[in-house]
């Protein structure tokens, strides 16, 4: 009988995603009830099967380069309820519940604050929780 993972120790399913040449895969986090999209960001293979496994969303940071627990800082967990991949393999799409209503680093709900507008960007949405009071002043 053959084991369910490959050779890296990642299961099967993780093989059906298109990943970039870095090994990344764009992540959008979706609202379990409201269907607001409330960011997006990069998961590679290690980071995407312990979503799955942990329940809550881990992403990789680019900029970092190592994993990143959404809300290890700030408290702004995203619970998973879903996680779907795109008709073309290569877009996630992470259902969740979103702890303490802030999805930014910006203390927004979204990271989808900015609207266009006669050619400029006009931000519609509140900062709910200043930075500072959710990160600490850096």
């Known amino acids: 009988m053959q084991d369910s993972s490959d050779n890296v120790g990642n299961p099967d399913w993780l093989n059906s995603i298109r990943w970039t040449e870095d090994g990344l895969v764009p992540a959008i986090a979706q609202d379990a009830e409201t269907g607001d999209i409330l960011m997006m960001a990069w998961m590679n293979a290690e980071s995407l099967r312990l979503s799955a496994e942990e329940g809550h ?7 970092r380069g190592k994993l990143w627990r959404k809300g290890e800082t700030s408290g702004h967990q995203q619970v998973i309820r879903d996680i779907r991949l795109d008709c073309d393999n290569d ?7 979103q702890k303490g209503g802030i999805a930014c680093h910006t203390g927004r709900r979204s990271c989808f604050y900015r609207s266009l507008e006669d050619g ?9 929780k200043d930075p500072n009071r959710i990160y600490g002043s850096k």
């Open 120 to 128: 400029q960007w006009v931000e519609k949405d509140p900062v709910l």
């Open 91 to 97: 877009v996630v799409l992470l259902k969740v519940d």
């Open 57 to 63: 969303a881990v992403y990789w940071s680019r900029s």
